[in-house]
Protein backbone atom coordinates (compact mmCIF):
# COMPACT_ATOMS: atom_id res chain seq x y z
CA UNK A 1 0.00 0.00 0.00
CA UNK A 2 3.09 2.22 -0.46
CA UNK A 3 1.86 5.80 -1.85
CA UNK A 4 1.69 5.92 -5.45
CA UNK A 5 4.09 8.46 -7.26
CA UNK A 6 2.33 11.76 -8.42
CA UNK A 7 1.44 11.49 -12.26
CA UNK A 8 -0.12 13.37 -13.83
CA UNK A 9 -10.25 33.23 -18.17
CA UNK A 10 -14.61 33.99 -17.27
CA UNK A 11 -16.02 36.84 -15.47
CA UNK A 12 -19.30 37.16 -13.70
CA UNK A 13 -19.57 37.24 -10.01
CA UNK A 14 -21.82 34.42 -8.90
CA UNK A 15 -25.34 34.47 -7.09
CA UNK A 16 -25.02 35.55 -3.76
CA UNK A 17 -24.98 32.55 -0.87
CA UNK A 18 -28.60 30.87 -0.49
CA UNK A 19 -30.21 30.59 3.15
CA UNK A 20 -28.90 28.03 5.12
CA UNK A 21 -25.82 26.75 3.54
CA UNK A 22 -24.52 24.24 5.05
CA UNK A 23 -21.16 24.30 6.55
CA UNK A 24 -18.75 21.56 6.54
CA UNK A 25 -16.41 22.73 9.18
CA UNK A 26 -13.84 25.20 9.55
CA UNK A 27 -16.40 28.58 10.38
CA UNK A 28 -19.26 29.59 12.20
CA UNK A 29 -21.81 31.20 9.50
CA UNK A 30 -25.52 32.67 10.12
CA UNK A 31 -28.32 31.53 8.09
CA UNK A 32 -27.62 34.14 5.14
CA UNK A 33 -23.96 33.18 5.10
CA UNK A 34 -22.72 36.08 6.83
CA UNK A 35 -19.53 35.46 9.10
CA UNK A 36 -19.48 35.57 12.24
CA UNK A 37 -16.25 34.55 13.23
CA UNK A 38 -12.39 34.87 11.00
CA UNK A 39 -12.46 33.14 7.67
CA UNK A 40 -11.13 30.17 7.73
CA UNK A 41 -8.03 29.16 5.75
CA UNK A 42 -8.55 26.61 3.15
CA UNK A 43 -6.39 23.89 1.94
CA UNK A 44 -7.74 25.25 -1.17
CA UNK A 45 -6.26 28.83 -0.74
CA UNK A 46 -4.46 29.08 -3.93
CA UNK A 47 -7.21 27.77 -6.26
CA UNK A 48 -9.59 30.29 -4.27
CA UNK A 49 -7.63 33.07 -5.21
CA UNK A 50 -7.55 32.19 -8.84
CA UNK A 51 -11.05 31.33 -8.86
CA UNK A 52 -12.04 35.13 -7.27
CA UNK A 53 -9.47 36.98 -9.43
CA UNK A 54 -11.65 35.61 -12.36
CA UNK A 55 -14.51 37.28 -10.58
CA UNK A 56 -15.82 33.43 -9.83
CA UNK A 57 -17.89 32.87 -6.30
CA UNK A 58 -17.37 35.38 -4.52
CA UNK A 59 -16.40 38.72 -4.28
CA UNK A 60 -13.78 38.26 -2.23
CA UNK A 61 -11.38 35.27 -0.59
CA UNK A 62 -12.03 36.77 2.61
CA UNK A 63 -16.06 36.15 2.48
CA UNK A 64 -15.44 32.59 0.45
CA UNK A 65 -16.70 30.02 2.63
CA UNK A 66 -14.73 27.48 1.62
CA UNK A 67 -15.71 24.77 3.58
CA UNK A 68 -19.58 24.83 3.10
CA UNK A 69 -21.48 22.61 0.67
CA UNK A 70 -22.29 23.83 -2.81
CA UNK A 71 -25.81 24.94 -3.52
CA UNK A 72 -27.50 24.30 -6.95
CA UNK A 73 -27.99 27.79 -7.62
CA UNK A 74 -24.51 28.67 -7.06
CA UNK A 75 -23.58 25.71 -9.39
CA UNK A 76 -26.13 27.22 -12.06
CA UNK A 77 -24.18 30.73 -11.98
CA UNK A 78 -20.65 29.03 -11.95
CA UNK A 79 -21.43 26.75 -15.38
CA UNK A 80 -22.96 30.07 -16.52
CA UNK A 81 -19.95 32.12 -16.18
CA UNK A 82 -17.70 29.48 -17.59
CA UNK A 83 -20.05 29.41 -20.36
CA UNK A 84 -21.20 32.41 -20.85
CA UNK A 85 -24.52 31.55 -21.29
CA UNK A 86 -27.46 32.73 -19.49
CA UNK A 87 -27.97 30.47 -15.83
CA UNK A 88 -30.72 28.47 -15.82
CA UNK A 89 -32.40 28.18 -12.53
CA UNK A 90 -32.28 24.86 -10.42
CA UNK A 91 -35.93 23.35 -9.45
CA UNK A 92 -34.49 23.88 -5.63
CA UNK A 93 -31.27 26.84 -5.43
CA UNK A 94 -30.58 25.32 -1.86
CA UNK A 95 -30.23 22.11 -3.12
CA UNK A 96 -27.03 20.58 -2.74
CA UNK A 97 -24.19 19.20 -5.65
CA UNK A 98 -22.54 15.76 -5.34
CA UNK A 99 -19.09 15.50 -6.42
CA UNK A 100 -20.52 13.41 -9.20
CA UNK A 101 -22.46 16.15 -10.19
CA UNK A 102 -20.19 18.94 -10.49
CA UNK A 103 -17.47 16.69 -12.67
CA UNK A 104 -19.90 16.18 -14.97
CA UNK A 105 -20.86 19.74 -14.78
CA UNK A 106 -17.53 20.87 -15.52
CA UNK A 107 -16.90 18.09 -18.21
CA UNK A 108 -19.56 19.80 -19.97
CA UNK A 109 -18.98 23.36 -20.03
CA UNK A 110 -15.22 22.15 -21.24
CA UNK A 111 -17.17 20.52 -24.37
CA UNK A 112 -15.69 17.26 -23.68
CA UNK A 113 -19.56 15.41 -22.90
CA UNK A 114 -18.82 13.20 -26.32
CA UNK A 115 -15.23 11.98 -24.73
CA UNK A 116 -17.48 10.61 -21.71
CA UNK A 117 -19.68 9.22 -23.11
CA UNK A 118 -17.42 7.89 -25.72
CA UNK A 119 -15.26 6.32 -22.68
CA UNK A 120 -18.92 4.68 -21.73
CA UNK A 121 -19.65 3.53 -24.99
CA UNK A 122 -16.38 1.47 -24.97
CA UNK A 123 -16.60 0.26 -21.60
CA UNK A 124 -20.35 -1.26 -22.59
CA UNK A 125 -19.14 -2.78 -26.20
CA UNK A 126 -16.74 -4.78 -23.95
CA UNK A 127 -19.89 -5.78 -22.13
CA UNK A 128 -19.17 -3.94 -18.87
CA UNK A 129 -21.39 -2.80 -16.34
CA UNK A 130 -20.03 0.85 -15.45
CA UNK A 131 -22.31 3.16 -13.67
CA UNK A 132 -23.46 6.34 -14.71
CA UNK A 133 -20.98 8.63 -13.80
CA UNK A 134 -18.01 6.43 -15.55
CA UNK A 135 -17.19 8.76 -18.40
CA UNK A 136 -17.74 12.08 -16.77
CA UNK A 137 -15.37 10.58 -13.52
CA UNK A 138 -12.93 9.03 -16.03
CA UNK A 139 -12.53 12.56 -18.02
CA UNK A 140 -12.50 14.46 -15.14
CA UNK A 141 -9.93 12.83 -13.25
CA UNK A 142 -7.55 12.30 -16.72
CA UNK A 143 -7.61 16.14 -16.34
CA UNK A 144 -6.74 16.21 -12.97
CA UNK A 145 -9.36 18.10 -11.37
CA UNK A 146 -9.34 16.02 -8.60
CA UNK A 147 -6.65 16.42 -5.50
CA UNK A 148 -5.41 13.97 -3.36
CA UNK A 149 -5.34 15.29 0.45
CA UNK A 150 -2.52 14.47 2.58
CA UNK A 151 -3.35 11.17 4.94
CA UNK A 152 -3.56 13.11 8.13
CA UNK A 153 -6.10 15.04 6.36
CA UNK A 154 -7.76 11.87 4.78
CA UNK A 155 -11.21 13.12 6.16
CA UNK A 156 -11.40 15.26 3.63
CA UNK A 157 -11.93 13.17 1.17
CA UNK A 158 -15.53 12.80 -0.95
CA UNK A 159 -17.32 10.14 -2.26
CA UNK A 160 -19.10 10.36 -5.49
CA UNK A 161 -22.25 11.38 -3.85
CA UNK A 162 -20.89 13.16 -1.10
CA UNK A 163 -21.95 16.88 -1.20
CA UNK A 164 -18.73 19.03 -2.78
CA UNK A 165 -17.18 21.67 -0.63
CA UNK A 166 -16.75 25.10 -2.27
CA UNK A 167 -13.39 24.41 -1.81
CA UNK A 168 -12.86 21.54 -3.97
CA UNK A 169 -15.32 23.24 -6.42
CA UNK A 170 -12.51 26.56 -6.44
CA UNK A 171 -10.05 23.77 -7.13
CA UNK A 172 -11.20 22.11 -9.80
CA UNK A 173 -12.46 25.51 -11.28
CA UNK A 174 -8.97 26.78 -11.19
CA UNK A 175 -7.48 23.78 -12.95
CA UNK A 176 -9.88 24.64 -15.68
CA UNK A 177 -9.09 28.61 -15.72
CA UNK A 178 -5.63 27.26 -16.24
CA UNK A 179 -5.72 24.82 -18.86
CA UNK A 180 -2.86 25.68 -21.31
CA UNK A 181 -5.09 24.36 -24.32
CA UNK A 182 -3.72 20.54 -24.64
CA UNK A 183 -5.25 19.20 -22.17
CA UNK A 184 -8.92 18.62 -23.90
CA UNK A 185 -7.23 17.65 -27.00
CA UNK A 186 -5.07 14.82 -25.02
CA UNK A 187 -8.53 13.55 -23.75
CA UNK A 188 -9.95 13.71 -27.01
CA UNK A 189 -7.55 11.44 -28.07
CA UNK A 190 -7.48 9.19 -25.77
CA UNK A 191 -11.61 9.10 -25.88
CA UNK A 192 -11.44 7.54 -29.37
CA UNK A 193 -8.85 4.74 -29.14
CA UNK A 194 -10.17 3.56 -26.05
CA UNK A 195 -11.66 -0.31 -26.87
CA UNK A 196 -11.14 -2.90 -24.83
CA UNK A 197 -11.15 -6.31 -26.23
CA UNK A 198 -13.48 -9.40 -25.62
CA UNK A 199 -13.61 -10.61 -21.98
CA UNK A 200 -14.36 -13.82 -20.65
CA UNK A 201 -17.28 -14.42 -17.75
CA UNK A 202 -14.43 -13.98 -14.91
CA UNK A 203 -12.79 -11.46 -16.47
CA UNK A 204 -16.08 -9.59 -16.45
CA UNK A 205 -16.86 -10.46 -13.08
CA UNK A 206 -14.11 -8.90 -11.41
CA UNK A 207 -14.12 -6.16 -13.84
CA UNK A 208 -17.18 -5.17 -13.27
CA UNK A 209 -16.74 -4.91 -9.29
CA UNK A 210 -13.64 -2.75 -10.11
CA UNK A 211 -15.47 -0.38 -12.24
CA UNK A 212 -17.90 0.02 -9.66
CA UNK A 213 -15.75 1.92 -7.98
CA UNK A 214 -14.24 4.67 -10.11
CA UNK A 215 -14.47 8.01 -8.82
CA UNK A 216 -13.52 7.22 -5.21
CA UNK A 217 -11.14 8.56 -2.98
CA UNK A 218 -7.57 7.62 -2.48
CA UNK A 219 -7.41 6.61 1.28
CA UNK A 220 -3.74 5.90 2.65
CA UNK A 221 -4.32 2.25 3.88
CA UNK A 222 -8.27 2.12 2.22
CA UNK A 223 -9.82 -1.37 1.50
CA UNK A 224 -13.57 -0.35 1.90
CA UNK A 225 -15.97 2.34 -0.12
CA UNK A 226 -17.58 2.27 3.60
CA UNK A 227 -16.28 4.63 6.25
CA UNK A 228 -13.38 3.37 8.12
CA UNK A 229 -10.10 4.74 10.00
CA UNK A 230 -7.03 2.65 8.88
CA UNK A 231 -4.56 4.99 10.49
CA UNK A 232 -6.42 6.67 12.97
CA UNK A 233 -8.46 9.56 10.56
CA UNK A 234 -11.79 8.64 9.59
CA UNK A 235 -12.71 8.69 5.89
CA UNK A 236 -15.92 7.95 4.58
CA UNK A 237 -14.77 5.36 2.07
CA UNK A 238 -11.70 4.84 -0.72
CA UNK A 239 -8.97 2.92 -1.29
CA UNK A 240 -5.29 3.31 -1.40
CA UNK A 241 -3.45 1.28 -4.43
CA UNK A 242 -3.30 -2.08 -3.08
CA UNK A 243 -6.51 -1.49 -0.86
CA UNK A 244 -8.28 -1.48 -4.35
CA UNK A 245 -6.82 -4.59 -5.57
CA UNK A 246 -7.68 -6.28 -2.40
CA UNK A 247 -10.79 -4.72 -2.26
CA UNK A 248 -11.54 -6.50 -5.85
CA UNK A 249 -10.05 -9.99 -5.50
CA UNK A 250 -9.76 -10.52 -1.72
CA UNK A 251 -13.18 -9.10 -0.04
CA UNK A 252 -15.64 -9.24 -3.04
CA UNK A 253 -17.13 -12.36 -2.68
CA UNK A 254 -17.58 -14.04 -6.16
CA UNK A 255 -19.98 -16.84 -6.31
CA UNK A 256 -18.41 -20.18 -7.56
CA UNK A 257 -15.08 -18.45 -7.30
CA UNK A 258 -13.75 -21.25 -5.43
CA UNK A 259 -10.23 -20.28 -4.76
CA UNK A 260 -10.24 -16.52 -6.06
CA UNK A 261 -10.55 -14.65 -2.90
CA UNK A 262 -7.26 -16.93 -1.63
CA UNK A 263 -4.92 -16.18 -4.44
CA UNK A 264 -3.64 -12.52 -3.19
CA UNK A 265 -2.69 -13.00 0.64
CA UNK A 266 -0.40 -10.14 1.02
CA UNK A 267 -1.98 -6.59 1.32
CA UNK A 268 1.45 -4.27 0.17
CA UNK A 269 2.52 -4.07 -3.23
CA UNK A 270 5.66 -5.66 -1.51
CA UNK A 271 3.82 -8.67 -0.89
CA UNK A 272 1.11 -9.01 -3.70
CA UNK A 273 3.99 -8.32 -6.35
CA UNK A 274 6.70 -10.94 -4.64
CA UNK A 275 3.99 -14.18 -4.16
CA UNK A 276 4.62 -14.99 -7.77
CA UNK A 277 7.67 -16.63 -8.68
CA UNK A 278 9.79 -15.35 -11.21
CA UNK A 279 8.75 -18.09 -14.27
CA UNK A 280 5.06 -16.86 -13.15
CA UNK A 281 5.25 -13.25 -14.17
CA UNK A 282 3.52 -12.04 -16.92
CA UNK A 283 5.39 -9.53 -19.24
CA UNK A 284 4.17 -6.53 -20.64
CA UNK A 285 3.54 -7.89 -24.20
CA UNK A 286 1.64 -10.50 -22.46
CA UNK A 287 -0.98 -8.51 -20.42
CA UNK A 288 -4.31 -10.22 -19.87
CA UNK A 289 -7.46 -8.02 -18.66
CA UNK A 290 -7.43 -8.90 -14.98
CA UNK A 291 -4.54 -8.76 -14.15
CA UNK A 292 -2.63 -7.22 -11.57
CA UNK A 293 0.00 -5.01 -12.60
CA UNK A 294 2.88 -3.40 -10.70
CA UNK A 295 4.78 -0.45 -11.39
CA UNK A 296 8.69 -0.20 -9.12
CA UNK A 297 11.35 2.62 -9.38
CA UNK A 298 13.75 0.34 -12.17
CA UNK A 299 10.64 -0.61 -13.86
CA UNK A 300 11.06 -4.16 -15.23
CA UNK A 301 14.78 -4.70 -13.05
CA UNK A 302 12.43 -4.04 -10.00
CA UNK A 303 12.61 -6.01 -7.23
CA UNK A 304 9.50 -6.52 -4.64
CA UNK A 305 10.77 -4.07 -2.49
CA UNK A 306 11.05 -1.76 -5.60
CA UNK A 307 7.43 -1.86 -6.08
CA UNK A 308 5.84 1.06 -5.07
CA UNK A 309 2.09 0.71 -7.30
CA UNK A 310 -0.03 -1.58 -8.52
CA UNK A 311 -3.83 -1.60 -10.64
CA UNK A 312 -5.86 -3.72 -12.88
CA UNK A 313 -5.65 -4.07 -16.22
CA UNK A 314 -8.55 -3.24 -18.17
CA UNK A 315 -6.86 -4.56 -21.55
CA UNK A 316 -5.75 -2.53 -24.99
CA UNK A 317 -3.43 -0.53 -22.73
CA UNK A 318 -5.39 0.86 -19.99
CA UNK A 319 -5.90 -0.14 -16.61
CA UNK A 320 -7.85 1.08 -13.03
CA UNK A 321 -6.28 1.69 -10.19
CA UNK A 322 -6.54 3.90 -7.49
CA UNK A 323 -3.94 6.80 -7.08
CA UNK A 324 -3.69 10.73 -6.60
CA UNK A 325 -7.10 11.32 -8.58
CA UNK A 326 -8.81 8.27 -6.61
CA UNK A 327 -10.41 5.48 -8.40
CA UNK A 328 -9.72 6.47 -12.12
CA UNK A 329 -9.00 4.79 -15.69
CA UNK A 330 -5.92 5.25 -17.10
CA UNK A 331 -3.61 4.66 -20.29
CA UNK A 332 -0.95 2.47 -19.79
CA UNK A 333 1.81 5.26 -20.74
CA UNK A 334 4.39 7.94 -19.63
CA UNK A 335 5.35 6.70 -16.25
CA UNK A 336 3.16 3.57 -15.94
CA UNK A 337 5.14 2.04 -19.13
CA UNK A 338 8.22 3.16 -17.88
CA UNK A 339 8.34 1.86 -14.18
CA UNK A 340 6.04 -1.26 -15.55
CA UNK A 341 7.24 -3.91 -13.65
CA UNK A 342 5.34 -7.17 -14.16
CA UNK A 343 2.07 -8.36 -13.60
CA UNK A 344 0.51 -11.37 -12.08
CA UNK A 345 -3.09 -13.54 -12.87
CA UNK A 346 -5.35 -14.40 -10.05
CA UNK A 347 -8.18 -15.77 -12.37
CA UNK A 348 -5.32 -18.71 -13.84
CA UNK A 349 -3.94 -18.66 -10.24
CA UNK A 350 -6.95 -20.01 -9.20
CA UNK A 351 -7.79 -22.00 -12.47
CA UNK A 352 -10.84 -19.74 -13.77
CA UNK A 353 -9.09 -17.73 -16.36
CA UNK A 354 -10.86 -19.76 -19.42
CA UNK A 355 -14.17 -19.36 -17.38
Known amino acids: MSRPLAVAACCALLAAPAAGAVNLGGGTFGKAGSQTSAPPKSWAQPQI ?8 MAKSVAVFRPNDALTQGE ?3 LMAALTKQAPQAPPDPTALVTLTKLDARLVSAIHLSDAAAAFVTGAKAAGLAVPARFGTETVARLLG ?7 KDDDLELLPSSPVTRAETAYSVAKILQFQGWEQQYVEDAAA ?6 LSAWQLRVL ?19 AEAPFGVK ?5 DCSGFVWRVYKLQKYPGGGALNATIKGRTTYQMSGEVPRSKRIAYAKLAPGDVVFFGSKGSH ?3 AEVGHTGIYLGNGWMIHSSGQGVAVVPMTGWYRQSFAWARRPLAEAGLSGL
Open 145 to 151: LRTNHPA
Open 302 to 304: STP
Open 193 to 198: TFTLPG
Open 49 to 56: RVVVAHGL
Open 75 to 77: LAS
Open 235 to 239: ALGGF
Open 208 to 226: NTAVQFIGYPYIWGGTSEH
